[in-house]
């Protein structure tokens, strides 16, 4: 798959890999009938799992939508896999070392919060796009704290990277972020916990003022 220079407008999907590989499936399946611009692979790998052979079951399913598929904060795993790019939940300690061992070009996200420098040092790096988190109490964003937002009004007056939000977004709170400018949301248990996780992205894409 070629990598696109930009990530799209619209609905992130994280998806937890210790979740049953054929529910697991399955839903992305479902899901990718729908537009959604990225999926990340949350780090949440069970012990003695099949990692690759499971990336590359993912990958191929995304890749038939030319959907680009990350990995969370593991960075090895690009050069085993056929992964995309990398989300990275804290600044990493040298990222042109990384760039190095990986050898080939690949997409970079980061989790920021309420510290400008973030935003700055993805910037300044050359980073694709950047996630703030959390934005609403979430149990599976529990280590995250919540962001300002005045955070995200001043990173979009001031940088040019595409900014999208998690933790805690539903379709019912979503009209809550009508003030802010973001390029889209990233969710997870919203729709990766429902049977019908098409019918999950359509009801944020109807709420999603994009």
């Known amino acids: 798959m070629e990598i696109k220079n930009r990530i799209q407008k619209g609905i992130y999907l994280v998806v937890d890999p210790s979740m ?3 529910i697991l499936l399955k839903r992305i399946e479902q899901a990718l009938h729908e537009k959604i611009v990225a999926l990340q692979i949350w780090d949440n790998f069970q012990e003695e799992q099949k990692i690759i052979p499971l990336i590359d079951k993912i990958c191929e399913l995304c890749h038939s939508k030319e959907v680009p598929v990350f990995i969370n904060n593991q960075w090895e795993l690009l050069g085993e896999a056929a992964l995309d790019g ?18 080939k070009q690949f997409l970079s996200g980061l989790t920021c919060n ?13 980073f694709d796009y950047i996630s703030f988190c959390s934005i609403f109490p979430s ?8 962001v300002d937002f ?13 900014v999208f939000l998690a933790g805690g977004i539903n ?21 990766m916990n429902t049977d019908r996780p098409q019918k999950a992205i359509q009801n944020y894409l109807k709420k999603l003022n994009l």
Do not use: Q, Y
């Not at 149990?139 to 919540?146: A, I, K, Q, V």
């Not at 379709?171 to 729709?191: M, Q, T, W």
């Open 114 to 126: 309420n510290d400008l420098s973030w935003v700055s040092w993805a910037e300044k790096n050359r």
């Open 150 to 162: 005045e955070t995200i009004k001043k990173t979009k007056e001031k940088s040019s990277l595409p």
């Open 20 to 22: 049953d590989e054929t």
């Open 86 to 103: 990398v989300h990275f939940d804290e600044i990493p300690e040298d990222i042109k070392k990384i760039r190095r061992k990986i050898g």
């Open 171 to 191: 379709p019912d709170n979503i009209k809550e972020l009508n003030e802010l400018d973001f390029e889209g949301v990233a969710v997870v248990s919203g729709i």
């Open 139 to 146: 149990s599976t964003s529990n280590s995250c704290e919540l």
